[in-house]
């Protein structure tokens, strides 16, 4: 298990791709999918740093890494304090409406979707807790 705590600051996400290629290296990962899945983290990430919390607001929110040799499997569990918000009970991004036509926002949400093999969020505690499962 590796854990990786960041602001909710856009600039901390220099801190990502490092603490993404540390973990798969242990688990022999493609290149491809090492960045799928730093995608994947950066949109989650992302939404957290935009969202959860009210503007001006400092706060942490922590990434943690667990890997599962049975199935061989990679967790990613980002934990933050900011306000309710289950991304898996968003309707999927209608990806056919020509782009003048689609709403602003969900496709970031769509990619995790997409990209990661299980999605799954809760509250616990006053917390979210957004788990990203990928089969390697």
Do not use: W
């Not at 602001?7 to 791709?17: A, C, G, H, I, T």
């Not at 918000?85 to 997409?114: C, H, Q, W, Y």
């Amino acid at each position: 298990m590796a854990t990786l705590v960041v602001s909710n600051s856009l600039d901390e996400l220099v801190r990502l791709q490092p603490f993404v290629s540390e973990v798969v290296a242990k688990c022999n990962v493609s290149e491809d999918m090492e960045g799928t899945i730093n995608l994947a983290l950066e949109e989650a990430l992302v939404n957290v740093m935009l969202y959860a919390y009210p503007k001006g607001q400092e706060a942490q929110i922590r990434l943690d890494a667990i890997h599962s040799d049975s199935p061989n499997t990679l967790a990613f569990v980002i934990t933050d304090s900011g306000v309710a918000f289950d991304p898996t009970s968003r309707p999927s991004a209608d990806i056919t409406l020509p782009v003048e036509e689609r709403p602003i926002g969900g496709l970031g949400i769509f990619l995790v979707k997409n990209i990661m093999d299980e999605v799954t969020y809760r509250r616990i505690d006053g917390r979210n807790e957004l788990t990203m499962l990928k089969r390697i």
